[in-house]
């Protein structure tokens, strides 16, 4: 199509984004749906049919629409084949690749690069359970929103992890290929803990580990020669960062990462190490203290993130009245760290500490809630704060977490008081 249509299909063309080998790329709004979408458009050609690697790719893409739903992956929503041409239809992003910060000039500060790493690893350790192995993992192919969250994007080359052959060989970016993948060996999960560790690497020092003058020289290097160490590229990085990059990109699939978790864990350390402002608390940070409170644990993660997206962060000192008897409330709050006591008429009733839940009749009462007690930080406190509006408009697996995680602790609660009654 040289120029766009004013509509594909049910959706409404707006312009034409980009155009490469594979097809033409155009934003569209779809009416029912009210949203924007990237349409991506294969044309059949002379032969009226898709050929090579363009049908490979659109058979690659249109096999998982539907079937990849991840907050940090870019969502296939449709695919159809008309007379003359085929196209996906994709969530579309505003924002830019991660390629934009592999310059000296452009470079992410060090917490925002570990925070993108672990995303982008939370995302393929979904993928890779749901038996898919991207291959094509590099800055160009992970979006940066507008908010600073990121999306994994082109699977045109993604493959199933049951399949050890493919029809494409030898297909994706060389210089974030792994050795087993230049080698046209059967692939795993571990090819692309290898691709997003030279990810990790451009980030850090802006160059890949390989280049070569000839694509012959390039895959020599890939194949015999190691990386030149990080602290030679960029001295000022702390302890952690040369183990874990070179680690995922370790030739012999023994030493390499055998886990995601496993990488996703060191990956968790260098965060905790890194010495950060205590108000630039990272989304990163932010998912593993929650993943490791009380009131969290039944939550899987693709509902940890989904809160994190919806809630606020806050901390206060010693003495805050968190909550005040008789005052409205349209929020319930989860205690990160701290104490705080809770009172009814002046007299004590409990402490709270870090994992409970305060505020939680909000959930059982609807969109406000007149409160019943007062809460008072003993010490200072972190807390997290979920609206009413946006729990409601949370998904129906994440709400049915928060029931389970509310019904528990009220459980536990009636239980408590039980025990004080037949004391007395």
Not at 270 to 292: A, E, G
Request: charge should be negative; charged fraction near 20%.
């Amino acid at each position: 199509m040289d120029n766009p249509p004013p509509s594909i299909g049910k959706y409404e063309v707006a312009q034409e984004l980009g155009r490469g080998a594979m097809g033409v790329v155009y934003l569209a709004r779809d009416a029912f749906a009210g949203r924007e979408v990237a349409i991506k458009v294969f044309s059949h050609g002379e032969t009226g049919v898709l050929q090579g690697q363009q049908r490979s790719t659109f058979l690659n893409e249109a096999a998982l629409v539907g079937k990849l739903t991840h907050p940090h992956i870019v969502q296939l929503l449709d695919v159809a084949i008309e007379d003359t041409f085929s196209y996906i239809v994709m969530e579309y992003v505003h924002g830019h690749t991660l390629a934009h910060h592999t310059t000296v000039d452009n470079f992410l500060p060090l917490e925002k690069v570990v925070e993108v790493i672990f995303k982008v690893s939370r995302a393929l350790e979904y993928m890779h359970r749901n038996g898919v192995i991207h291959r094509d993992i590099k800055p160009a192919n992970i979006l940066i929103t507008d908010d600073f969250d990121i999306k994994i994007s082109d699977f045109g080359i993604a493959m199933f992890a049951d399949v050890t052959r493919t029809t494409l060989s030898n297909v994706g970016s060389p210089a974030y290929m792994s050795p087993e993948q230049l080698l046209d060996q059967p692939l795993t999960h571990q090819t692309d803990i290898y691709s997003l560790g030279v990810a990790f690497y451009h980030l850090l020092t802006g160059r890949p580990p390989f280049s070569g003058s000839s694509y012959a020289s390039l895959i020599y290097q890939i194949l015999n020669i190691d990386p030149p160490p990080l602290n030679k590229l960029r001295p000022d990085l702390p302890d952690g960062f040369e183990e874990i990059v070179g680690r995922a990109l370790q030739k012999d699939l023994g030493v390499r990462y055998q886990s995601w978790i496993e990488f996703g864990a060191d990956l968790a350390v260098l965060v905790r190490d890194l010495r950060m402002p205590s108000q630039d608390f990272t989304d990163t940070r932010k998912f593993h203290t929650m993943r490791n409170l009380s009131f969290f644990q039944s939550f899987r993660e693709i509902e940890t993130w989904e809160v994190l997206r919806c809630a606020s962060w806050h901390r206060m000192p010693a003495g805050t009245v968190l909550i005040r008897e008789g005052d409205p409330g349209d929020a319930l709050y989860v205690m990160v760290d701290g104490d705080a006591t809770v009172s009814r008429a002046g007299s004590l009733l409990a402490m709270l500490g870090p994992g409970d839940c305060f505020g939680e009749m909000l959930y059982y009462s609807g969109n406000a809630a007149v409160r019943s007690t007062t809460i008072v930080a003993t010490m200072p406190v972190q807390v997290i704060e979920i609206k009413a509006a946006a729990l409601a408009a949370m998904s129906e697996a994440c709400q049915a977490q928060f029931n389970r995680a509310c019904m528990s602790l009220l459980i536990n609660r009636l239980s408590a008081a039980n025990r004080l009654l037949s004391q007395r």
